[in-house]
């Protein structure tokens, strides 16, 4: 998230005040194509939703504009959203966890799910602010993030470990810069189709509800499946109206 002022406004009591504007970055993953693209979402959408989940959800809405609503949320038609409000990453002490959103597997409707530990400001660390992953993969991958730099890697050598392991394992793999990697991940539970299983970050923290895992990070009866890891050290910008 970037923010930056603009011209100096005058309030109705005559005195001025810088205005600022605030953009954010989407990162797009479709699994099928393997196409991976960055967005940016304009000041306008955080006027009216202001951020975190009501952005989450305007992406979903968003989405499903263009796909159908009542498709298999098994299926490549779902989306699956990681999300952070504006304060995340700043040092503010608030807004440090993280939201996921999709159609949730268990119940067939809208469902999201919030979590903490460092995997939410990490992923502001690296430059974006939302992670829209849709498709489907030929074969288990997960999603480096490091920075600006984002690929899709083979996972089929994490399939069957539990959360803390694939943790541990990723984070040996890619070493320890431009930071440690943190990690999104699920376990057996939704490599075996169970469609209320969770998603944990870091190998301990979770988004319990709605049956996450399943759709939006693995998808063991189809052969695909995305995990997510994140080293990065880029600092987002805050507004400071009260600075020059």
Known sequence: MHARATNDKITRG??????????????????????????????ALFERWVGGSGINDWILWE???????MCDPRGPDNIFIFGVGPVAGTGSGIGVKGRITFKSPE????????????????VRFTG?????VTGKAPKPVYLHICNDEVTIC?????WGKTTSETHDQLRVELGNYPSEAFTLTVGPGAE??????????????????????????????EQ?????????????????PNRK
């Open 107 to 122: 119940y067939g409707h809208f469902a999201d799910s919030a979590g903490g530990g460092k995997f939410p400001y990490m």
């Open 14 to 43: 005559g005195a001025t005040k810088k205005e600022f504007i605030i953009e954010a970055k989407l990162l797009r993953v479709n699994l099928t194509t393997g196409e991976i693209k960055t967005e940016i979402i304009p000041h």
């Open 224 to 240: 695909r499946e995305v995990r997510i890891a994140i080293p990065g050290h880029a600092l987002p910008r805050a507004p400071r």
């Open 63 to 69: 989405h499903f504009q263009r796909h159908d609503i």
């Open 154 to 158: 083979d996972a089929s050598h994490l």
């Open 192 to 221: 075996n189709g169970v469609g209320m299983s969770g998603v944990v970050s870091d190998g301990w923290r979770i988004y319990a509800r709605g049956g996450g895992a399943f759709r939006g990070l693995q998808l063991a009866p």
């Open 128 to 132: 974006y602010d939302y992670i829209a």
